[in-house]
């Protein structure tokens, strides 16, 4: 299994939350790859472990036949999401 981390266009890690997965893994021993472009993870496996935002683990678990479902929330929290129905 590999663990395949974002990077951004300046060759860091993309952010605070990636980084902390990136230091758990690291701790375990795990072999990290980074990418700046989800079509780069052309050859992952199934196991691997991709690390980046919703939409490219989406393209990734979609590549392995794996769909997810729409992220929704709730109609009680809607009030408490900060946003405006009115711009949708």
């Given at each position: 299994m590999k663990i395949y981390i974002r990077k951004n266009f300046d060759n860091e890690i993309a952010n605070h939350n990636f980084y902390a997965a990136y230091d758990g893994f690291k701790q375990m021993g795990f072999?990290?790859?980074?990418?700046?472009?989800?079509?780069?993870?052309?050859?992952?496996?199934?196991?691997?472990?991709?690390?980046?935002?919703?939409?490219?683990?989406?393209?990734?678990l979609f590549k392995h036949n794996l769909i997810t479902?729409?992220?929704d929330y709730p109609e009680e929290l809607k009030g408490y999401l900060g946003r405006n129905e009115n711009f949708i």
């Open positions: 072999e990290i790859n980074y990418f700046k472009d989800i079509a780069e993870l052309s050859d992952s496996k199934q196991e691997d472990i991709v690390v980046s935002y919703v939409d490219d683990v989406r393209k990734v479902p729409e992220i």
